[in-house]
């Protein structure tokens, strides 16, 4: 399967996007790992350019100006591929971003259902955004405003509560079933 997913995507970069959360860092890594390219986690970048972390930069300078930062990042993660990119969990959701994302390569959506994630998020509370009274509910309104944006995603995997490395096979299998179906067409 590993072969057959690594000639599917040729020289693109493979592009996870999502909500907080939905595995992109973690599957993302494994899936880079199954195809022998580069893995590249988007946050971690913005983090190591900037020598911030996510929080002290929303901190300093606040949603939008880091957003613009994340836009230009993932622009230049993207410059050349393949290799596997995690994003931050806005980044699809910015116009700009998402334009880029949408040149750079193939986007998969990593869904999740509420329960799922918030099991997840509830584990750290780095995230800037979830820093609310009930963010728990914050992240409801998050999902409930992103979903139909990330919906527009090349690809749908669901991310279930399943060990990482299958939901990293169910990647790959996403990646070969829509090469089988561009093929058809
Ligand atoms: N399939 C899975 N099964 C169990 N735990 C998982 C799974 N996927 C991710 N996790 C755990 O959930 C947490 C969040 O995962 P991860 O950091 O990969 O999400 P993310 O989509 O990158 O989120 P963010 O947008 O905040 O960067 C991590 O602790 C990770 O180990
Ligand atoms: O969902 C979001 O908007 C974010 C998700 C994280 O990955 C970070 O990029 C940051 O905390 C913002
Ligand atoms: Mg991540």
Sequence with gaps: MKDRARAALGSRNLILVGLMGAGKSSVGRIVASQLAIP???SDLEIERVSRMTIAELFAAYGEQEFRALEARVIKRLLKSGPRVVSTGGGAFINDR?????RKGGLSVWLKADLDVLWDRVAKRDTRPLLKTENPKQTLEGLMNARYPIYAQADLTVLSRDVRKEIMADEVLKALIEAQKESAAS
């Design 39 to 41: 893995f590249i986690d």
């Design 97 to 101: 971003t998402r334009k880029h994302i």
